[in-house]
């Protein structure tokens, strides 16, 4: 027989790391105390293995264990009851076992499972018998509570396993910090870096080594004035480095988070000049107050000369380049520019602007693509231009211009794997060559073989004659543009007329403003309207071809080309570069600049714009379970609700992943904002129709208040809001307010803090005692835990308790708290027990194996510990919870309920477990004055007496309200009256003195 989960099993069997271990006198008890209990001859503790089952402690028998197949513990670990088989030979599962039929003849065998944890069953508790025999419940029971007790030593010996690596762990960490700090020396010696920290209250300075032996001072590393540091740097920088660092200690410093930087000489005492860069960020203490400046300094003496000497080579080289007749352009391996004159971007035909060092020269290839540069050429030569493959190179290559200029190019390689080019223009001497080796024949035929070709060609060509108002296209683009039938001859006017009315103007400056000789020629984009009403884009370029004699143009020639694709596409990579591909929404960069805008909007209206922060809810766990196509669904179909809720006029953004963003333009306010929040929570969380699945958003919003805070502040002002949303429980929404920021600020900081305190031992427990009025002795003591901050002071528990929980740091500080509270009872009285409070968490995370690690690491007697538990913890997992304080019941400890009176179902767990005391809230004990609060006082004293449960009241602080909580009937109160919270000494001495008191 196999379980479901078999490899679960053997895998924590594995990690308790306990088959084959010596025996173990607490084990080898149990089954003793087995064998006695139920007068059988036999008691096993087996754990089964994958094909065994091992003895870890036996009674009786001799064998270390046996084969899985014939054990009847195989049978005990299938489900979570007792396997009882009183009459063996009888059973059908047993009756041909070797261990009934053999030299034992067990006839009565009873099994208890031992479970490690929920469904992961280890092994089990065992009793045999020779003769058969009757088990009653009660033994039932009695064996079961035996197997709690194996399976808490075993929960023990995984707790120690732990430990001992955590132990290994930490000393790891310890050997890597001294290696750290080691390294960190030889760092500064050999990079010549050094550190220092100015104390802005005291103005000294502390030095590194490293500063030192820059400096070639101060060898002991003495404090020094920050006025004789100051005077360790050349005279003509002391003022300017005294400036950045009195800027930095006022917090008046331009640069982002404060501080300063420089670079300055300084002087050795040798009369030797360094250069050093320093810079030097602010640390702040919790009002924001500059308290210290941190620095690096690092010599770069070598390092400034050697610019000095580049900067002097580079001039050099510039004005040499720059002298040539010549282009001249030299490329990287990596195709990149990094030496170029300039001449070579007019020759070239770009933009001075694509030539800058470190460009891509593939971006310089496709302008020139674009405007038509490579056309008519060689197809290797094309190839070579167009794509820049090192198979297609063509070293030394003449090439014609679109503007007619003729282009000697030639090319050499340069060792380091890049190119560098030499342009010259050869048009001149080109147009010469030409014109003697050319006829006028061959002209006549060249120019009829250029109107056919343009006629021909995808290109429009026109001629429009000035001064008689005629003009003349290609007969393809009479066709393109629609001037058919009556239209086939064009008017000036009916081209005019297809211009686009929204770019007719911009033509037509152009146009003016090269017929009056302001540009060398005309050229423009924009957009044509055929006669059907169909809108493409084309580029024009023309020339005036002559003038009269008085200077007007006369005629223009010119192109069209049909752009339209290359417009498509534009607006496709525009469109791409500011929208999220998944959702269409606006990406990251427009939203940022409409952002702005709404910035200068805010500037005249305030509170009248607001930045909204969103994040999805559980969205990653469906991207997890689903996956990522069913994530991109839901995605798309939330930017359709938040484009639903909002009005066209506001902005709804994706920033990748779950996390959106809105802009809300002319709102009322916070209030209209909120209403607008709601409205979107209520949206997404609308079940979606694809797999009727339910997400939530958390919301955070700030108002643009006009307070000139940049995009960047008023953004992250949102999203502090919404960190406060998702602490507030997500699936709402908040509005930045500056105090709840600050909040937020402060308890993150004491969050960082708290892990290291614990470390560091900053947490103490007081104790303050529970007195039984009846005889005026101490009953218990109650621990309470303190944090004595090493910057803030005492910390009080209502500040730091709730972000342990938060943090899930509570595990740690409360098995800290467990363990240091056991081991100062034993200091106590034998009859004085201590009270140790327990938060949900602990519960979820192996709270039984903590008080069982600390009752055996104290020593202290299971009775003398009492665990104080709230309703909300009991609220939570009710049936978990009752089950685990049946088995701490069961070990001896005592359970108490505390706070009792401010939940909600407080009665319920009255009756479904037996509480050793009840301790009445101390709001009730504060007005038992009332008649309503003393008959509340009275009910729950009858409740507990009825049930056998003791009676605590907490808070008594005045005579008065003593005399009238003893008159109620409770006898066991704590509060001022008695004594507040004791230290360690001062709980001794009250205990020791309370007990002699009564002794006497």
């Known amino acids: 027989m196999i379980l479901a989960n078999e490899a679960d099993r053997l895998t924590a069997l594995r990690h308790l790391a306990i088959m084959d271990t010596p025996n173990e006198a607490h084990f080898d008890a149990v089954c003793r105390l087995a064998r006695d209990l139920f007068a059988v001859p036999i008691a096993l503790i087996s754990l089964v293995e994958e094909d065994r089952q ?58 208890a499972p031992l479970i490690l944890r929920p469904g992961i069953h280890v092994g089990a508790l065992c009793i045999k018998d020779t003769v058969a025999r009757t088990f009653l419940p009660e033994q039932i029971r009695q064996l079961r509570d035996l197997a709690e007790i194996v399976v808490a030593h075993l929960r023990l010996h995984e707790t120690q396993r732990g430990h001992e690596a955590e132990i290994a762990e930490r000393m790891c960490v310890e050997r890597r910090l001294r290696a750290a700090a080691e390294f960190q020396a030889i760092a500064e010696e050999t990079a010549r870096l050094g550190h220092w920290r100015i104390d802005v209250a005291g103005r000294t300075i502390a030095w590194s080594a490293g500063i030192a032996g820059i400096f070639g001072r101060n060898v002991g590393l003495a404090v020094l004035a920050l006025e004789e540091h100051l ?97 001249l352009l030299m490329t990287d391996a990596d195709d990149r520019v ?71 190019v030639r090319t050499l390689p340069v060792s380091t794997g890049g190119l560098v080019r030499t342009f010259t223009d050869v048009t001149t001497r080109r147009s010469a060559e030409r014109a003697l080796r050319e006829s006028e024949a061959h002209l006549r035929v060249s120019q009829e073989r250029l109107a056919l070709a343009l006629d021909s060609g995808e290109d429009c060509l026109f001629d429009w004659d000035l001064a008689k108002g005629s003009l003349w296209v290609t007969e393809r683009w009479r066709h393109k543009l629609g001037l058919v039938g009556e239209l086939a001859q064009p008017t000036l ?57 008085d200077g007007q143009a006369a005629r223009l020639v010119g192109t069209l080309i049909d752009i339209s694709q290359r417009k498509e596409a534009e607006a496709r990579i525009e469109h791409m570069a500011l929208h999220d591909a998944l959702t269409g929404l606006p990406n990251r960069n427009l939203f940022r600049k409409r952002l702005d805008d709404a910035l200068h909007q805010a500037a005249r209206a305030p509170n009248r714009c607001a930045v909204l922060a969103l994040d999805l809810d559980r969205f990653k766990a469906v991207n997890d379970t ?48 909120a209403q607008i929040c709601a409205r979107i929570i209520v949206a997404v969380g609308e079940p979606f129709l694809l797999d009727s699945r339910v997400i939530g958003i958390s919301i955070g919003f700030a108002l643009l208040s006009g307070d000139r805070a940049t995009a960047e502040e008023v953004f992250k002002r949102a999203d502090m809001a919404l960190f406060e ?16 920021h600050a909040r937020a600020a402060t308890r993150s900081s004491l969050a960082l803090d708290m892990k290291e305190a614990i470390r560091r031992g900053d947490f103490f427990l007081v104790y303050q005692p529970i007195i039984d009025v009846t005889v005026e002795a101490v009953a218990s003591f109650e621990a309470l835990i303190r944090w004595q901050h090493p910057e803030y002071g005492l910390i009080s528990p209502g500040d730091f308790i709730s972000i342990a929980e938060e943090t899930g740091l509570i595990v740690p500080l409360g098995a800290w708290a467990l363990n240091e509270a056991c081991r100062e009872a034993l200091n106590w009285p034998a009859s004085v027990r201590v009270s140790v409070n327990i938060s949900t968490l602990q519960f979820r995370h192996g709270l039984e194996e903590t008080v069982i690690a600390a009752l055996a690491g104290s020593g202290l007697a299971p009775g003398r510990l009492k665990l104080e538990v709230t309703e909300s913890l009991l609220a939570q997992d009710p049936e978990q919870a009752v089950a685990v304080l049946h088995r701490l019941r069961a070990l001896g400890v005592r359970i108490a309920l505390d706070d009792f009176g401010t939940g909600y179902s407080s009665l319920s767990y009255l009756r479904r477990f037996p509480f050793d005391k009840i301790k009445i809230d101390r709001s009730f004990i504060r007005d038992i004055a009332d008649p309503d609060a003393a008959a509340i006082v009275r009910a729950v004293v009858g409740i507990g007496e009825r049930l056998g449960m003791g009676i605590v009241a907490e808070g008594v602080e005045t005579v008065e309200q003593l005399e009238l909580v003893r008159r109620e009937g409770c006898m066991e109160m704590q509060g001022y009256l008695f004594s507040e919270p004791l230290s360690v000494p001062e709980a001794r001495a009250f205990a020791d003195a309370r007990h002699e008191q009564v002794a006497a």
Not at 86 to 99: L, T
Not at 342 to 367: H, I, K, N, T
Not at 531 to 549: E, K, N, P, Q
């Open 338 to 408: 990094r030496v170029h004159n300039g001449r070579v971007a007019a020759m070239m035909g770009v933009p001075e602007s694509l030539l800058y060092d470190g460009a891509l020269f593939q971006a310089v290839r496709s302008y020139q693509i674009e405007h038509g540069e490579f056309v008519g050429l060689p197809d290797r030569l094309k190839r070579w231009l167009e794509f820049g493959q090192a198979e297609m190179r063509v070293n030394d290559y003449e090439r014609q211009r679109p503007n007619g200029t003729v282009l000697e």
């Open 54 to 111: 091992w003895f870890k402690a036996k009674c009786g028998t001799d064998l270390d264990g046996t084969k899985r197949s014939i054990a009847f513990c195989n049978y005990t670990i299938l489900s979570d009851d007792v396997l009882i088989v009183e009459d063996v030979p009888r059973d059908p599962r047993f009756a041909g076992n070797p261990m009934v039929q053999g030299e034992q003849a067990i006839r009565f065998c009873a099994g």
């Open 493 to 549: 006017s009916a081209w005019i007329a297809a211009i686009h009315p929204e770019d007719r103007e911009q033509v037509a400056d152009v146009t003016r403003a090269h017929l009056k000789s302001l540009t060398p020629s005309l050229e423009c984009e924009y957009r044509v309207r055929r006669a059907d009403g169909f809108i493409f884009w084309v580029l024009a370029r023309a020339r005036v071809a002559s003038r009269t004699l």
């Open 725 to 740: 949303a998702k602490a507030a429980g997500r699936n709402t929404y908040r509005m930045f307010e500056a105090e709840a």
């Open 626 to 673: 689903y996956g990522h196509m069913t994530g991109d669904r839901i995605l798309s179909l939330v930017a359709e609700r938040l484009h639903a809720i909002v009005r066209e006029s506001d902005t709804v953004a994706r920033f990748g992943g779950d996390e959106f963003a809105v802009i809300l333009s002319n709102i009322d306010g916070g209030e209209a904002t």
């Open 231 to 327: 005077g360790f740097y050349h005279s003509d920088d002391r003022a300017a480095v005294r400036t950045r660092i009195e800027a930095a200690m006022a917090d008046t410093s331009d640069l982002p988070r404060g501080g300063y930087e420089h670079r300055s000489r300084v002087l050795r005492p040798d009369g030797e000049v360094r250069y050093v860069s320093v810079c030097g960020v602010a640390e702040r203490d919790e009002a924001g107050q500059v308290v210290s400046l941190h620095g690096v300094c690092l010599d770069v003496t070598d390092l400034t000369r050697s610019e000095r000497e580049l900067r002097d080579t580079g001039a050099l080289l510039r004005a040499t380049l720059e002298a040539m007749d010549q282009g």
